[in-house]
């Protein structure tokens, strides 16, 4: 059995179409089953979840996607625990060949699979739909550099998920942690093109400042116990700012944009976003603490540590 997990918070149209995209999968021979665990929201999507067949609904207090999806692993009861996102629609085939990978090759641990963009209008992308298309969710350079993939498009043999041991909370960004911990222990994540997931686009430049926000600061906390930090991490604040130049090859060439507009599009975002990225950077060099820079995963929650991730 596939157990599938999806941590919810306060998304549920969008889990509604999640939910949809599961029940139209095709080529599976094994049973599913979804579990999705709210981590609080305003109003818990009940309704929802009962109006589709073999989906359980479990709650998780505790703030943050990583303890939603520990709830969930510990809860499945399949040999593969499948996770994607409540804002995530699933490639009609992607529990499919979620199975047919595992099953042709015991040795294969972790699968992490290709995120695509979702566009409201494919014939006129938004700014960041075409940024996103190109910068975003670029699972196959995370596997291959830093031996990770999204908890957005993971699955994993639910026995190794127990022997690495339970997603980080809200202090981290647990699906690097994870999935480096799980590399540390010998079980590298493979990448699968063809285990597809459709992740929408942000609506705002603020909805992206908050994730650049909270990466940036798992980072800053990673470099201060090494020497010489400062300087390195405000050398590295001028490079990102530079950085746009370099990308007018990538851009250039993307399969994922058509036409001269997108990529045009694209330019412009990755200029904005690595400038936001620069001033935060040395905003924290310089004294800024944190807590100041970043949201949470659940602020309705009174158990929630000080705003620390969206």
Not at 137 to 149: H, P, S
Not at 178 to 189: D, E, H, K, M, S
Request: some cysteine; aromatic content about 10%.
């Amino acid at each position: 059995m596939i157990s599938v997990i999806i941590p919810h918070l306060n998304q549920s149209e969008a889990l509604s179409f999640c939910l949809k995209s599961l029940c139209c999968q095709e080529g599976l021979r094994q049973p599913v089953e979804v579990i999705v665990v709210d981590n609080g929201s305003k109003a818990k999507p009940t309704a929802i979840c009962s109006s589709f067949p073999a989906v359980r609904l479990l709650s998780q207090p505790t703030p943050g996607p990583g303890p939603a999806r520990n709830l969930g692993a510990s809860q499945a009861i399949g040999e593969i625990l499948a996770f994607i996102d409540a804002d995530c629609i699933a490639d009609a085939d992607w529990l499919g060949e979620i199975e047919r990978r595992f099953s042709e090759n015991p040795e294969i641990a972790v699968l992490g699979g290709d995120v695509r963009i979702a566009y409201q209008d494919p014939r006129r992308l938004t700014l960041l739909e075409a940024y996103e298309s190109v910068f975003a969710y670029r699972m196959k350079e995370y596997i291959a550099k830093q031996g990770f993939t999204g908890t957005g498009n993971l699955a994993v043999r639910a026995e190794i998920f127990f022997a690495v041991g339970p997603f980080g909370g809200l202090e981290i960004a647990e699906d690097r942690d994870w999935g480096q911990r799980a590399l540390g222990q010998g079980y590298r994540t493979h990448y699968c093109p063809s285990m597809i997931v459709y992740h929408p686009a942000r609506k705002t430049f603020g909805d992206i400042a908050r994730k650049w926000r909270r990466h940036t600061i798992h980072d800053f906390a990673r470099i201060q116990s090494k020497s010489g930090w400062r300087l390195r991490w405000v050398l590295r604040s001028v490079a990102v700012a530079l950085s746009p130049v370099a990308e007018l090859v990538r851009i250039g060439f993307s399969e994922r944009l058509k036409g001269w507009r997108p990529r045009a599009l694209a330019f412009v975002g990755v200029v904005l976003i690595r400038l936001y990225r620069s001033g935060i950077m040395l905003a924290l060099a310089f004294g800024a603490h944190a807590s100041e820079l970043n949201g949470e995963w659940n602020p309705a929650s009174p158990s929630a540590p000080p705003p620390d991730r969206s």
